[in-house]
């Protein structure tokens, strides 16, 4: 017998029945690391990040933000094990910044390109393993 699913339409576009009048205003992941000054170092000087705060001494969770975008560093007990993460970050320019990146001699896990799914875009890895896909959207076809 086939079990019968019940739909779930607690979560359908456009119904706040769950939030009222909450907005959500920013996602920060959250991903563990290694080490978190090399850590850092990497989102800083290889994607440009600024490093936003830092906790404990020797800091063991730290945040690094760039353009309204915050992602959190962790190297704590009890965290996940560092490099089972991945996020992806929509950008404006993407062919530039994946030049930057080439030039800085960081090595891609997914060569740069134009996606079934509309994006153009290309994957790298933290020092930790966290994988990082960086794209922005393919323009769209005009069909006159």
Same mark, same amino acid.
């Given at each position: 017998?086939?079990? $019968?699913? $019940?739909?779930?339409? !607690?979560?359908?576009?456009? =119904? $706040?029945?769950?939030?009222?009048?909450?907005?959500?205003?920013? /996602?920060?992941?959250?991903?563990?690391? =290694?080490?978190?000054?090399?850590?850092?170092? !990497?989102?800083?000087?290889?994607?440009? !990040?600024?490093?936003?705060?830092?906790?404990?001494?020797?800091?063991?969770?730290?945040?690094?933000?760039?353009?309204?975008?915050?992602?959190?560093?962790?190297?704590?007990?009890?965290?996940?094990?560092?490099?089972?993460?991945?996020?992806?970050?929509?950008?404006?320019?993407?062919?530039? !910044?994946?030049? $930057? /990146?080439?030039?800085?001699?960081?090595?891609?896990?997914?060569?740069?390109?134009?996606?079934?799914?509309?994006?153009?875009?290309?994957?790298?890895?933290?020092?930790?393993? =966290?994988? /990082?896909?960086?794209?922005?959207?393919?323009?769209?076809?005009?069909?006159?």
């Amino acid at each position: 017998m086939t079990p $019968r699913v $019940r739909p779930f339409s !607690f979560y359908t576009p456009g =119904n $706040r029945q769950c939030t009222g009048s909450m907005k959500i205003t920013s /996602l920060s992941p959250i991903l563990s690391v =290694n080490d978190i000054g090399e850590s850092i170092e !990497f989102y800083r000087r290889v994607l440009g !990040f600024d490093l936003a705060w830092s906790w404990g001494e020797p800091a063991d969770i730290a945040a690094v933000c760039r353009d309204g975008v915050e992602i959190t560093l962790t190297r704590r007990p009890g965290a996940k094990p560092a490099g089972g993460s991945h996020v992806y970050l929509n950008v404006t320019d993407v062919d530039a !910044f994946h030049a $930057r /990146l080439l030039d800085a001699g960081i090595a891609m896990l997914v060569p740069i390109g134009d996606r079934a799914y509309g994006m153009r875009d290309f994957r790298v890895a933290d020092p930790s393993d =966290n994988e /990082l896909s960086i794209g922005q959207p393919l323009a769209p076809v005009d069909d006159a």
